[in-house]
């Protein structure tokens, strides 16, 4: 497995993390010392993209939520006292 310095792997980290993306996985390590270890998440783990919809059902939103308060607002804008 691959080790770099910490310094190496600043300077190169795009290529480093494309590699491990592809499965590659290396070490970075700090005065010779391993600190860290780099590997590929697995497929699923990447982002919040399986969290989409996690509430459906839980909720429903009014049909003229987009109205709601309309005239409180009207009236705040134009001066008027509700």
Known sequence: MLTVNIHDA???LSKLVEQAAQGEAFIIAKAGKPMVKVIPLAPGEAGTASRLGFMAGEFSVPDDFDQMG??????LFTGRKA
């Open 70 to 75: 309309g005239g409180e607002i009207e009236d």
């Open 10 to 12: 600043k300077t190169q």
